[in-house]
């Protein structure tokens, strides 16, 4: 049986955080060891480029994300793990599915608004086919399945016009890609301060990241945003506090939680039984053990670069094949292959 090609990338902009792990990197894992699927991912270190020019520090961030990648589980025997700029052939394709691209279109991507007003005197033209670039990214290994949330599910459906396009202009050639995960809701990690989500880059002490060690999780865990407690037994947890509940049921024991749960339940205004920091308390202990391994393993992976280069250069082998025989179709249907 013929696999299905998995595909999926992540900026190096920032550190990689909880969310990154829960939200992605566990289905990552899981993808890599069903038969079913041929994994690529990659650090798309050209997409950072459109909104952070200075490179001074991408080298040690790309190696970063590869280490804190095997660090969750990828294991690069299984999968391609890659340097999006290793590939050069991704370069060539996104110069082809520009000539599909048209500028009003890509000015009403979401997205692109939202940058022009984040950054509105770095205004570039990579930012403004940041989808097409993304489609390259896919489409280069003729991907069918692409792991990401519902806020990139609108380039999804751009990579799908541009693969319609071309098949329709120059033959089938390219297949569609479409959203993908196992089913079920994702888990969605909030910030500890309750406003939106953890983030690489912004927010930061409400953000638990891979990297940060044992101290830092507990003062970020113990300043984390709570209330008076519920004012009647059995009330609705809001946002914030449900998210501590989350959190402590992905790291926590069964016994723990549920303690904490009875606690939430039985307390009403002038009687509160739970007790956040006894609860915060617990959280950060358990999480400070179980991003331990994690961090550390990253840490190592970073320090031994004759394994790091060894590793980036066989992901970029792998990625490059696959782009190599997409890209030999893709010459050959437009009618570019001369010799």
Request: proline fraction near 4%.
């Amino acid at each position: 049986m013929e696999k299905e090609v998995v595909v999926s990338g992540i900026r190096p902009t920032g550190f990689l955080h909880l969310g990154n792990y829960f939200g992605a990197m566990r289905n990552y894992v899981r993808m890599q060891n069903d038969e079913k699927f041929n994994c690529y991912f990659f650090v798309a270190n050209w997409h950072s480029l459109t909104t952070h020019p200075d490179t001074r520090e991408l080298q040690s961030s790309v190696h970063r994300v590869i280490a804190e990648n095997i660090a969750c589980g990828l294991d690069p025997d299984k999968v391609a793990l890659y340097i999006q700029s290793d590939v050069p052939e991704i370069a060539e394709l996104y110069l082809y599915l520009n000539m599909l691209a048209y500028k009003g279109e890509l000015e009403k991507t979401p997205t692109f608004k939202d940058k022009v007003r984040l950054q509105p005197d770095n205004v570039n033209a990579g930012l403004l086919t940041y989808p097409v670039l993304m489609a390259a990214d896919i489409l280069i290994h003729r991907a069918v399945k692409v792991p990401v949330g519902k806020d990139q599910e609108q380039h999804l459906e751009i990579a799908r016009n541009y693969a319609d396009r071309f098949n329709h202009r120059y033959g089938e050639v390219l297949p569609a890609p479409y959203a993908f995960n196992y089913g079920g809701e994702l888990v969605k990690i909030m910030s500890l301060d309750g406003n939106g989500k953890m983030s690489k880059s912004e927010n930061q002490m409400n953000t638990l990241y891979l990297a940060d060690d044992a101290d830092l999780i507990r003062k970020k865990i113990m300043k984390a945003k709570t209330d008076q407690g519920p004012a009647e037994p059995n009330s609705v947890k809001p946002d914030y506090i449900e998210n501590l509940f989350t959190l402590m049921r992905l790291v926590s024991t069964e016994d723990t939680v549920a303690k904490f749960e009875a606690d939430f339940n039985a307390s009403s205004a002038g009687n509160v039984v739970i007790r956040y920091g006894d609860m915060k308390k617990q959280l950060a202990e358990d999480m400070a053990a179980f991003m331990k391994p994690i961090s550390e393993k990253a840490a190592d992976i970073q320090n031994n670069k004759e394994l790091l280069n060894r590793i980036i250069r066989q992901g970029a082998d792998k990625a490059r094949a696959s782009a190599s025989a997409t890209l030999k179709l893709i010459r050959s249907a437009i009618g570019m292959d001369y010799s």
